[in-house]
């Protein structure tokens, strides 16, 4: 039996039902509400079977709006959610009220919003880690700057046990001269065999998000291969934000010559295991 395609990140929004304080019209070709619906055929036409929808703004209107899709939806085998990790109790409620939805496998809070480039070093949010390592729920480390890509090191000699995924494989220089010090830091952050990483978001780092080629990516996935391995891998479309970087098919279409430079069993956990094992997802969910 083939093991089924999961795409590990994508999203859905709806402004008038939660709010995105970084969506404005800059951003015009996605600002505006973002259903599952919208991109089913471009999934179907991919092979691509099942999905994990990842969190999109700090509140819960937006993850409810993510339940109420997989509940009408059986495409959506997961959610990372959104909890206020800075404000454990809190967190602690919010992992309680998802108790018996197996979708629910780990949380997401976009800390490149924040001023501070350590937010996740705070004491507060150090305790709100405990709260998901404890609970056995997975974090996904948006790592954007490279100051949030080094503290991936010291976050996993304090949590050791905190299963972490690093999203967009923490925005290599892609179609720059210069590769440190991404090439270094990641390496490092893959040094705790509990960090994985998503084969996502990878457009170019300067200028048009659009102007990124097979070629531009290939080696900063074979960086990735080498440190993290398949198994700790996993393919995002990153879908609507991949509209700005030429379309979801457009990106699927230029990875696949990457994943098809691997054996089969290897591509197999790119394109679904790994997920399916990091995210703990229910087998049932996904008909395996």
Request: with cysteine; proline share 7%; glycine share 6%.
């Amino acid at each position: 039996m083939v093991f089924p395609i999961i795409d590990a990140h994508q999203h859905i929004w709806n402004p008038h039902r939660a709010h995105y304080d970084w969506l404005d019209e800059s951003l015009a070709p996605i600002n505006q509400v973002m259903t599952l619906d919208q991109l089913l055929p471009e999934l179907r036409d991919a092979g691509v079977d099942y999905t994990v929808q990842v969190q999109s703004a700090d509140n819960f209107d937006d993850t409810r709006l993510m339940t109420e899709c997989a509940a009408a939806n059986h495409e959506v085998a997961a959610i990372v959610g959104y909890a206020p990790i800075d404000c454990p109790e809190q967190t602690a409620r919010t992992i309680e009220a998802w108790e018996g939805d197996t979708r629910m496998v780990g949380v997401r809070t976009l800390i490149h919003n924040q001023e501070d480039p350590e937010w996740l070093l705070r004491p507060n949010v150090d305790e709100g880690l405990t709260v998901l390592e404890r609970a056995g729920l997975t974090f996904d480390v948006v790592a954007v700057l490279p100051e949030h890509l080094a503290l991936v090191p010291e976050l996993s000699r304090r949590h050791p046990e905190l299963r972490m995924v690093i999203d967009h494989l923490a925005k290599p220089p892609i179609g720059l001269e210069e590769r440190e010090p991404w090439w270094s830091a990641i390496e490092a952050a893959a040094e705790n065999p509990n960090v994985y990483a998503k084969v996502s978001g990878l457009y170019s780092a300067a200028g048009d998000p659009q102007q990124w080629t097979t070629e531009y990516v290939r080696p900063f996935f074979e960086r990735a291969l080498e440190v993290f391995g398949p198994s700790r891998l996993m393919y995002g479309g990153d879908w609507p934000i991949s509209v700005l970087a030429g379309g979801y098919t457009r990106v699927w279409q230029g990875l696949q010559p990457l994943f098809d430079s691997v054996d089969a069993a290897d591509r197999e956990q790119l394109l679904g295991r790994t997920a399916a094992e990091f995210y703990r997802i229910d087998p049932a969910r996904i008909g395996y």
